[in-house]
């Protein structure tokens, strides 16, 4: 059993510093928590990324830490298995003789609610100042029951800067500068609305999908390799790739997908390559990676590879490469005859003209605490917002929320519409004024919309602020102030993370959330379960964009990524990636962003701030 332990940590690349005393701790783990020994290794990689624990070495000082982290997770899964019938305290008593003083309360204006939702007013809609506005000092809660996330002490806490500026103030100063400010000259303090551009076709709420055919689905994949294929060559770095599993004595080129020989975790004895139809018949061959000195694999993976298989049987790989220059290759699927005409003319996909500035709050859902659906994470970020005035505010998925508990036990008797009103984003943006922008992205978490990926967007019934409150499909490409942005609320860092296997040389960058990060745009799409009858090329990135949002539940990082955009050596393009990490968290808050863009990113700054 230890051994076995052992092994799991290697596969993950952590080593262990005690090994005798570390083993006989974690063999004690998997005894009293029932975990096996990829469980309890893929748990101790999450709890090394939560907690921020630079380098790949266990020492027995991370293990009581580690003890701990077992026993909140444990705690958390029976809390959400708890029985459906519920347990009245003393908190409904005072909820109920709440809503007895509903008559008496000062009424207020706010969005009218029709038919049962009055029932849920106190709990479900945030309450609005004089004449509808939604300032920062008056937005909150419309319930006298004191929640834990409203008995906090600590508000708006930076957690990480990126390139901080000398002058700017702490976060405290700049609280309280904002509400000693006065609102109306707040409110009439000049702000410019930034241009936005919805880039490629938008799939429509209604659509229909699982329509996809196998059929489909294995053209699909031979096509991105025959894609990745094309591009090695149209660089001018590689020669034509050749059949991987023919027996030959000399070093060879191939381009094929990296798969597993099982239905376990990938590891250095169990990776295949799958070439294409065209060069192999789609056959698989065995990959020894013993030679390589890096390399970073996960299934699905296209990759190109220079090696030799001496007996037809293993292909033994010297040199890997899995990231292909950002190329016009649009020729890749035109017939031969137009992609000859086509292929001197191949040049990098670059930006017809400088992106400007742009300053942008980004947050990523739930939106809510798992103790109720008063949104008052979501209450204090407005509230945030129309204290610094962004540009854009880029809210993600998911708005209502399929994990909540009380949605996962069926204990809500509304609809989904009625727990999180869209009309709050609207009296924001009317308060804020005709420059400000609210970006919407779904989630497949969001209960009541398409749980598909592609996602359509949301149907936003707003013609008043149809203009400033845009919706974007899942994932969703933009321009602002011609910067262009990528966003996905699909967790594919925390899937890659529990996927990638990697080797990494002594002295080299062991930055694995920017590794992970830079494999998305490496490979131009997201490899996850999808109906490919949607929009196959919606899953196509294009070309680098200068901002990257992928929400995760691994903790929140902003950074900066160095990507290969040609075919000359050396010449890279920067893009920035997000992790906004969650709004909130269990009973309490969360992160998100705020991000003030520059061309220069030396010049660009961004902070996680702890709401």
């Known amino acids: 059993m230890e051994e076995e332990i052992k092994e799991a940590f290697e596969r993950i690349g952590l080593s262990l510093d005690e090994e005798e005393k570390i083993l006989k701790k974690c063999l004690t783990l998997c005894i009293n928590y029932k975990l096996g020994p990829s469980d309890l290794a893929s748990s101790m990689e999450v709890y090394f990324l939560n907690r921020g624990i630079d ?35 003393s908190n409904d008593v005072d909820m109920i003789l709440n809503n007895e003083q509903e008559d008496v309360k000062e009424t207020t204006v706010g969005t009218p609610i029709k038919g049962p939702d009055k029932l849920y007013s106190e709990t479900s809609d945030l309450e609005l100042g004089e004449n509808g506005t939604t300032s920062g000092s008056q937005l909150r809660v419309a319930t006298n029951h004191i929640t834990p996330f409203g008995q906090r002490t600590n508000k708006f806490t930076v957690q990480f800067t990126l390139n901080k500026l000398p002058d ?70 590689y020669e034509e790739p050749g059949d991987p599993t023919v027996a030959s004595q000399k070093s060879a080129f191939s381009v094929g997908m990296i798969c597993c020989d099982g239905d376990g975790h990938l590891n250095d004895k169990s990776i295949l390559l799958q070439g294409s139809v065209e060069h192999s018949g789609g056959q698989q061959v065995r990959l020894d990676i ?69 300053s942008l709050l980004i947050a990523s859902g739930p939106f809510t605490t798992t103790d109720n659906f008063l949104y008052e994470p979501l209450a204090e970020l407005l509230a945030y917002s129309s204290r610094i005035q962004p540009q854009l505010l880029v809210l993600m998925g998911p708005f209502v929320d399929s994990e909540h508990p009380e949605i996962k036990i069926g204990a809500v008797d509304r609809s989904f519409d009625s727990i999180f009103h869209m009309e709050v984003l609207q009296d924001h943006v009317n308060y804020m004024g005709s420059t400000a922008r609210v970006v919407l992205v779904p989630s497949i978490r969001d209960a009541g919309h398409d749980f598909v990926f592609p996602q359509p967007m949301f149907s ?71 109906d490919l009858s949607l929009a196959p090329k919606a899953l196509q990135i294009s070309s680098i964009p200068d901002l990257l949002i992928l929400p995760s539940d691994l903790a929140p990082f902003v950074k900066v990524l160095s990507i290969d955009e040609s075919s000359n050596e050396g010449e890279q393009v920067k893009c920035i990636c997000v992790n906004p990490g969650r709004l909130a968290k269990g009973v309490g808050g969360g992160t998100f962003v705020e991000l003030n863009f520059d061309a220069s990113n030396d010049r660009t700054n961004a902070s996680i701030i702890r709401i």
Do not use: W
């Open 460 to 530: 936003l019934n707003m013609s008043d602020s149809k203009q400033q409150i845009i919706s974007l499909q899942n994932p969703g490409t933009f321009d602002a102030n011609k910067v262009k942005v990528g966003c996905c609320t699909l967790d594919v860092l925390k899937q890659l993370s529990g996927e990638e296997i990697s080797r990494i040389p002594d002295g080299s960058s062991r930055d694995r959330m920017g590794r992970l990060a830079t494999h998305l745009l490496s490979q131009r799409r997201h490899d996850v379960p999808l």
């Open 290 to 358: 013993q030679k390589l000195p890096k390399f970073s694999f996960f299934p699905g993976q296209v990759v190109g590879i220079e090696g030799h298989n001496p007996s037809g049987h293993c292909l033994v790989a010297s040199k890997v490469t899995d990231s292909i220059p950002f190329l016009a290759t649009r020729d890749v699927d035109l017939p031969p005859s137009k992609r000859q005409a086509t292929d001197q003319d191949l040049h990098p996909i670059s930006s017809s003209s400088a992106p400007g500035k742009l």
């Open 55 to 89: 380098g790949m070495v266990v020492h027995n000082a991370h293990m009581d830490g580690f003890l701990l982290y077992l026993q909140n997770e444990q705690k958390n899964a029976m809390i959400k298995e708890e029985a459906y019938p519920h347990l009245y305290s």
């Open 168 to 237: 700017m103030d702490d976060d405290v100063k700049k609280q309280e500068a904002a509400d000693n400010e006065d609102d109306i000259i707040r409110r009439i303090q000049p702000s410019e609305a930034c241009s936005f551009e919805v880039q490629g076709s938008q799939l429509e709420h209604s659509c229909r999908f699982m329509y996809d055919r196998v059929e489909d689905k294995f053209n699909a994949l031979d096509n991105r390799i025959k894609r990745h294929a094309a591009a090695f060559v149209a660089s001018g770095l």
